[in-house]
């Protein structure tokens, strides 16, 4: 057979069996019940039936610490375009979800608490400060600390 009719073939397995290697390394949404992240913090969005709503802040409080690093992640995510009007749909989209993300800190609650204390004087400490804000009284003497310590970075 001749070499050149030999290398296409070669050349096209070689691509797919690299497609299907980083389609398996990819990082994976975390799940709960076999629902994914994204879809229990759809159901908390405020034009969901309150029905909807209850059951996932119901979710978020079962599944509770474990789904942190997620909602961290929501908190500091920045979706932006190159145009304007594409920039403007992405940080409402953003905000959107960070809404959403801040309700499942909110049925997580006290819960929360210790974890994301140890991430305020972190790269996180923004987000962990909002999460905190959600997660209910327990959490205020943590935030009043935090906000009259005057030991910064």
Known sequence: MDKRRLILPLVVVGIVALGIGLYI??????????????????????????????????????????????????????EGGGRQQQMVQATQQTMFRQQEALSAFEAVGAASIPSLTRLL????GLAAARALSHAGPEAIPTLHQALTNENTR
């Open 25 to 78: 390394q990819r990082p994976r949404e975390p799940e709960f019940q076999g629902k994914a992240l994204n879809l229990w913090l759809d159901d908390l969005a405020t034009n969901q039936p309150s029905a909807t709503r209850e059951k996932a802040k119901s979710a978020f409080r079962e599944w509770g610490t474990n789904a942190l690093p997620a909602l961290l992640q929501v908190l500091r995510t920045w």
């Open 121 to 124: 004087p972190s790269e996180s």
